[in-house]
């Protein structure tokens, strides 16, 4: 199966790396000593290389936006990721674990977390490092923008409400009425009364999963809804 991991390692067979891992031209055999002779002018050190699209940094997270599905949660290896105290419909972002795989950006439904170009994140208090709300992103999701460099776009973008995307659906002779399914909706997609079977709005729906994670009839199954365009 073809996926992104895939490609990139494709790319890399044709491809060199567009960074250097040395401050100079070859491996030095001192790097201390290399160090010093720069600060005494004696060599030039290679200028950082810019970051761009597919750069994976901190994670950005724009608080607003979250509808707090907790998909980001569940797909965290490194369980980097867990409910604001303060707040269990929004979530906080413990850097000192993360990994910056970008699954929980991939898998966001409303594209509230998004990987950045900030790397330079140490700090001396490592458990209190954690990303609570960088606000709107100025860049597209990682997996939207991965086969081309950050600043460029390609050439035709398709119109995105004319695209399938994924929805939920209710099997009506599965449902049972419970509501469980209406209350865990974070969208407020699903309409329906107590013992009535109930019918989930597609144009709503942002295809997180949760009311399918919470029907204890596992009446609720995934979908395809193309919009109007």
């Given amino acids: 199966m073809l996926n992104a991991m895939s490609v990139q390692i494709l790319r890399h067979l044709f491809k060199k ?10 491996m030095p055999d001192d790097l201390t000593g290399v160090l010093e002779a720069a600060s005494k002018g004696e060599i030039d050190l290679n200028e950082p290389v810019e970051t761009w699209g597919r750069f994976r940094g901190k994670v950005g997270y724009d608080r607003e936006k979250c509808i707090g599905c907790g998909m980001c949660m569940k797909v965290c290896p490194a369980n980097a990721i867990e409910r ?4 269990p419909k929004k ?3 413990h850097n000192d674990r993360c990994c910056f795989c970008a699954q929980c950006n991939d898998i ?11 790397f330079a994140i140490s700090t001396y208090e490592r458990k209190s490092n954690v990303t609570l709300d960088t606000g709107k992103a100025d860049r597209k999701p990682f997996q939207s923008e991965w086969t081309y460099r950050k600043g460029e776009v390609p050439d035709e973008v398709e119109d995105p409400k004319a695209q399938p995307k994924k929805v939920y659906r209710v099997r009506e002779e599965d449902c049972v009425g419970c509501t469980i399914c209406a209350k865990a909706c974070p969208v407020g997609a699903i309409e329906g009364k107590v013992k009535e079977k109930h019918v989930i709005d597609p144009e709503k729906c942002v295809g997180c999963g949760v009311c399918a994670s919470k029907c204890p009839k596992g009446a609720i199954e995934e979908d395809e809804y193309t919009p109007e365009g």
């Fill in 17 to 26: 790396a567009f960074t250097n891992p040395y401050p100079v031209s070859h």
């Fill in 84 to 87: 604001a105290p303060e707040d």
């Fill in 91 to 93: 979530i906080i972002v």
């Fill in 108 to 118: 966001c439904p409303v594209d509230a977390l998004t990987m950045t170009c900030d």
